[in-house]
Structures are given as structure tokens and as C-alpha cells.
């Protein structure tokens, strides 16, 4: 009787691993199947794609594809952002900072900084770069960036604040200048040197070469210009405010021997300034 109920037990476990055995055979081809059909779709969806993209390459034509570049378009729309953000094509100011006059006229500023007697080789060093390179970006003579600086800040005392609150070499005025519209692109710390020089020489430039709403530049005198830069457009401010331009011009002609290398002030600062840099004679008759 033992004999007899063991046997059938014994084959119904063999019976149920055969039918196990069966079930996962199945289970692993439907797998191997769902993956083919899955690299065969994924491979479907890249043909597709790939089409779709030359389809488009082909067929069609970009927004701005006689529009100009993106930053001619932003001058045309929003002149004031793109003073800011890309006054000067890139290459060109890295093509003007490569040349052997980007370094004669940083070096000519570094000697007369260091003239003065108020900085070190180090500090001098760092002041004419920045001062140099701002004003290669915004198309303004370095000389009369230098003359601006001692007429503000004749110590160079990167913290100085004036009685109204003007900061840094070029005294800058925060109450007016630090928006986010500016902040964003030159920098909130105007006692940093870096960031006061950039904020000055955006400003001389906006006052040398203010725009017209479409987005024209044109060209201010160099009184008008310093006299816009110390905010003595009335005259009733400051007192006396109206010598501004003859104080940055005596110190232009008295300290910057080496910046303007013996010219006179008109040719040191009035004449344009990236036209000479770009190859162009400036002293060529039209």
C-alpha cells in the first residue's frame, strides 16, 4: 500500500517539473522577442528622426537668416541691453587684444599709473588691463579713461565714496548706475576695481556715443561728454561743475606722457579711437 500511493506521487513531481521546464522555455522566448521588437522600434524611431532632421536641414530657412547676426538685431530692438551686453563684436575686441598695439597701449598705461607714485608695480599692473581692455570693448581712448581716474580718485582708493555717494576709481554713482539692467552684465561691487572700471567706461562710452532709439550711435564732444559723465548737465548741483572737462584734460596733457605718447590732447583723445585699431588711418582725409 505504501509502494502503491508512493509510485503516482512520485510521477506527478516529475510530471510537474517537465511542465515547469515547458513554462519557462515560453517565458524566455517571449522575452527574446519583446527585446527584438523593442531594438526594432527604437531602430525605426532614429530613421525616423534622422529624416525628420534632414527634411528640416533642407527644406527650412532659419528666422534669422537675413536678419543679421542675433546682436544686430538686439541693437535694433533694445539698443540700451545690447550697450551692455555685446557692444563690440567678441572677435574684434580679441583681435585688438592679440595685436602688438593692445600691449604698447597697456604698457603706456601701466607707466603712467605707475608715475604717479600712488600704486604698486602689482596694482598698476591690473588697473591697466582692465582700464585698456574696457576701453578697446567700448571704442574709448585709454587716455582719457586715465585722465578720468586721477580727476575722481588721484589716491586710487578702490573704496573711496564721495559726499553723495559715489565708489571706487572712477566714482561711480550706485543710486543711478547699479540696476539689475547693468548689474547683470558689469557687476554689483563697484569698490572692486575690475567691476568700477567697466561700470566707468560704459558710462563715458553712453555719454561719448549716445544712441538714438533705433539703435544709432552718434557722437558727442568731448566737453558735453565729461561734463555728462560728472552729472553737470544743469550746472546747479556742483559748484564750479563746468571746469570738470578742463581738470580731466590738464591731467590728461600733464600725466599721461606715455599714453599719448607725445600727441597733443585732441589727437590723444578726441579723434576716433577704434578706427585707428582697425587698420583705418584716422588722420586720413575723407
Known amino acids: 500500500m505504501t509502494e502503491v500511493i508512493g509510485t503516482p506521487e512520485r510521477r506527478t513531481g516529475s510530471d510537474r517539473r517537465a511542465s515547469g521546464g515547458d513554462e519557462g522555455r515560453g517565458r524566455r522566448e517571449r522575452k527574446q522577442t519583446s527585446a527584438l521588437a523593442y531594438v526594432l522600434r527604437s531602430l525605426a ?27 544686430e538685431q538686439l541693437r535694433k ?14 572677435s574684434t ?19 603712467d599709473l605707475m608715475r ?12 591697466a588691463q582692465y582700464a585698456v581692455r574696457e576701453a578697446y570693448t567700448r571704442g574709448i581712448s585709454p587716455a582719457i579713461v586715465f ?24 566714482q561711480v554713482y550706485p ?6 539692467e547693468f548689474s547683470d552684465s558689469l557687476g554689483k561691487d563697484l569698490a572692486s576695481d575690475s567691476t568700477n572700471v567697466r561700470y566707468g567706461v560704459f558710462i563715458l562710452d553712453k555719454y561719448f556715443h549716445p544712441r538714438t532709439r533705433s539703435g544709432d550711435v552718434t557722437e558727442r564732444d568731448y566737453r ?41 590732447f585732441y589727437d590723444c583723445i578726441a579723434k576716433p579711437f577704434i578706427a585707428g585699431l582697425l587698420g583705418d588711418d584716422p588722420d586720413k582725409t575723407p
Open 147 to 170: 585722465g578720468v581716474m586721477l580727476t575722481e580718485n588721484a589716491r586710487f582708493v578702490s573704496k573711496a565714496m564721495s559726499n553723495v555717494g559715489a565708489v571706487g576709481l572712477m
Open 45 to 71: 524611431a532614429v530613421v525616423v528622426l534622422l529624416f525628420i532632421i534632414i527634411f528640416a536641414v533642407r527644406h527650412t530657412r532659419p528666422v534669422y537668416a537675413s536678419s543679421g547676426t542675433v546682436v
Open 224 to 264: 558735453s561728454a565729461l561734463l555728462h559723465y560728472n552729472g553737470c548737465v544743469s550746472g546747479s548741483n556742483t559748484p564750479n561743475c563746468k571746469t570738470y572737462p578742463d581738470k580731466v584734460r590738464r591731467y590728461v596733457e600733464a600725466s599721461a606722457k606715455s599714453i599719448c605718447s607725445g600727441r597733443g
Open 116 to 127: 604717479t607714485g600712488q600704486l604698486d608695480s602689482a596694482r598698476a599692473d591690473s588697473i
Open 175 to 180: 543710486k543711478i548706475w547699479l540696476k539689475k
Open 77 to 90: 530692438r533694445a539698443p540700451v541691453a545690447a550697450a551692455v551686453i555685446a557692444p563690440v563684436e567678441s
Open 93 to 111: 575686441v580679441a583681435r585688438l587684444m592679440a595685436s602688438p598695439k593692445y600691449q604698447d597701449e597697456k604698457r603706456n598705461f601701466f607707466e
